[in-house]
C-alpha cells in the first residue's frame, strides 16, 4: 500500500468519521430523541430510581467504551457514522426507559432501543445472513413491544393515569382480572427482550453483526428485561402465577443456555449461549424477589460480557474444551463448600436470599481456583491470585450497596429451604457440567448434535 492509497483511505474515513461537529439530515432522528429526553427532565417526566440510574450509567459507560473500539475497528466500513448514529440513539432511548416516570415515555423507549438494536444487527445489509438476523430480531422486538403496550393499556386503565407513581401505588386495589394479564405481558415483553425461550433465536442470530454490535447488546439492552420486572415489580408481586411462570422459565433457560455453551466450538457462540443462560439466573433472581441481586447481576453481567466480546474480535482458540475445565474434584470441592456456607446463613438469616447468594459464591470460589492453578505457571503469582480475591470484595461490597438502595420484594417467591434444596441441584448440575468439559464424561451423541443447533433458527 503506497502513500497515495493511505492518504485517499484517510479521506475516506474523515468522510465517515464517527464523530462529527455538523449534524445532518440522518442525525434529525437521534437529535430529537435527545430532545425528548431533556424535556422529559424539564417538565418532571423523568423519576431517578436506583434500577433506572443502573440501567442508564451501564449504557453509557459501555457504548463510550464501543464507540472507541468501533472508530478502529470499523475504520475501512462506509457505514460506520451509521452505526455511531444508531449506537447514540440507542443510548439516548435507552436512559429515557430507565429514567421515565411516565408508562408512555417508558414505552417509547422501549420501543425506539428495539427498532435500533434490529437496525444495528443488520448492519451487514449486503450480506443476507445479516438481514435474516435483523428480520429475526425485529418479530422478537414486535413480540416485546406488543406486549410492553398491552400491559401499559391494562395499567393505565385500571389505575386513570399514566404516571408510574400512581399506577404503582394503585396495584393493590387493581383486580386481578387486571393485574393478572398485565404482569403476564409484563413477563413476554422481558423474555423477548432477554432471548429467553421461545425467545433465543434472535441472538444466536445476530453473530451475524460486528462485534462492537455484540458488545453494544449488552449496555442495557439485553438486560433490560430484568430492570423492566424491577421497575414495576408491585405488578409482578400482585400475580404469584406470573412470577412461578417467570421462574420456571429462568430455569429452563440458565440449563439451555449452560448445555449450548458447554458444545459450541466458536467464542462468539459460547459467549451468546452464556448470555442466554445468564439471562435465566437473573430473571428467577427477580422472580424470587431478590431485586438488588438480580440489578448487580444485571451490571455485572453487562459490564463483563461487554468486554468479553470487544476481546473475542477475530480471536481463534486453539485451547482443548478440557484445558478450560476445573481439575477434579475441585468442582465437587466448592460445590460443598457452598452447601456448606449456605446451611450456615440459612440458620443465622432465613431473610436472606440463598439461591442468587450460593451462586454467586460458587461462580468466586471458581475464579479463586482457577486463579490458584495459573499462579504456579506465572511470575506474578500473588497478583493472579489476589484477582479473584478482590472480585469477592467487590462483589460483597457492591451486593450490599445495591441492597441499601433497592428493597426486596416483601414475600419471598420460596421458602428459604426450597431454595436451598434448588441451589443443590444447581450445584449438582454445576458438577456434571464441569465432569462434561473435562472429558471424564460424555453426552449422548444425538443430545449433543441437537446441541449444537439449539437456539440457531433453520435457513
Known amino acids: 500500500m503506497n502513500q497515495t492509497t493511505l492518504t485517499a483511505s484517510s479521506r475516506q474515513w474523515s468522510n465517515t468519521a464517527l464523530y462529527r461537529l455538523a449534524p445532518r439530515a440522518a442525525d434529525l432522528p437521534v437529535i430529537a430523541l435527545g430532545a425528548v429526553v431533556v424535556t422529559a427532565l424539564a417538565l418532571g417526566l423523568a423519576t431517578p430510581n436506583t434500577a433506572g440510574m443502573a440501567l442508564g450509567c451501564l449504557s453509557v459507560l459501555v ?29 439516548i432511548a435507552t436512559v429515557l426507559t430507565g429514567l421515565a416516570g411516565n408508562v408512555l415515555l417508558l414505552v417509547a ?3 425506539a432501543s428495539g ?26 422486538f414486535a413480540a416485546s413491544d406488543l406486549a410492553l403496550v398491552g400491559a401499559a393499556l391494562l395499567l393505565v ?44 433465536s434472535w441472538l444466536m442470530s445476530s453473530l451475524a453483526a460486528p462485534t462492537p454490535v455484540s458488545a453494544l447488546m449488552h449496555a442495557g439492552f439485553v438486560n433490560a428485561g430484568g ?19 417467570l421462574f420456571a422459565v429462568g430455569i429452563a433457560a440458565a440449563v439451555f443456555g449452560s ?21 435465566g439466573f437473573m430473571l428467577l433472581t427477580v422472580a424470587l424477589g431478590a431485586y438488588a441481586a438480580a440489578l448487580w447481576h444485571m451490571v455485572a453481567h453487562g459490564l ?31 460445590a460443598l463448600t457452598t452447601l456448606t456456607g449456605a446451611l450456615a446463613i440459612l440458620q443465622a438469616r432465613s431473610d436472606l436470599p440463598l439461591l442468587p447468594l450460593g451462586l454467586a459464591c460458587a461462580a468466586l470460589l471458581s475464579a479463586f481456583a482457577v486463579g490458584l492453578g495459573a499462579a504456579g505457571r ?14 469477592i470484595a467487590l462483589n460483597a461490597g457492591a451486593l450490599g450497596a445495591m441492597a441499601a438502595l433497592q428493597p426486596d420484594a416483601g414475600m419471598p417467591l420460596l421458602s428459604p429451604y426450597a431454595q436451598f434444596g434448588l441451589l443443590s441441584l444447581f450445584l449438582a448440575g454445576g458438577v456434571l457440567q464441569q465432569s462434561l468439559a473435562s472429558g471424564a464424561r460424555s453426552l449422548p451423541p444425538a443430545l449433543y448434535a441437537r446441541l449444537i443447533h439449539a437456539g440457531t433458527p433453520a435457513a
Open 63 to 91: 457504548t463510550l467504551v464501543v464507540l472507541s473500539f468501533a472508530r478502529r475497528q470499523l475504520r475501512a466500513d462506509p457505514r460506520a457514522a451509521s452505526f455511531a448514529r444508531m449506537a447514540v440513539g440507542l443510548v
Open 109 to 111: 423507549g422501549w420501543i
Open 115 to 140: 427498532r435500533l438494536m434490529a437496525g444495528m444487527i443488520g448492519h451487514a445489509d449486503d450480506w443476507a445472513e445479516a438481514r435474516a438476523a435483523a428480520r429475526r430480531a425485529s418479530l422478537a
Open 157 to 200: 386503565l385500571g389505575a386513570g393515569s399514566s404516571d408510574l407513581a400512581t399506577i404503582l401505588s394503585a396495584v393493590p386495589s387493581m383486580t386481578q382480572t387486571v393485574i393478572a394479564p398485565a404482569a403476564f405481558l409484563l413477563v413476554i415483553a422481558a423474555l423477548a427482550r432477554c432471548a429467553l425461550p421461545p425467545f433465543s
Open 227 to 245: 430492570f423492566l420486572l424491577i421497575r414495576l415489580a408491585p405488578v409482578l408481586e400482585a400475580a404469584p402465577s406470573a412470577r412461578f411462570t
Open 259 to 279: 448445555a449450548i455453551m458447554l458444545v459450541r466450538s466458536d467464542v462468539k457462540g459460547s459467549l451468546a449461549a452464556s448470555t442466554i443462560a445468564q439471562m
Open 304 to 334: 463483563f460480557k461487554a468486554w468479553l466480546f470487544l476481546g473475542s474480535a477475530g480471536t481463534i482458540s486453539s485451547a482443548s474444551s478440557r484445558a478450560k475445565a476445573l481439575p477434579q474434584p475441585i468442582p465437587a470441592v466448592i
Open 378 to 391: 506465572s511470575r506474578l503469582s500473588a497478583v493472579t491470585v489476589s484477582v479473584p480475591v478482590m472480585l
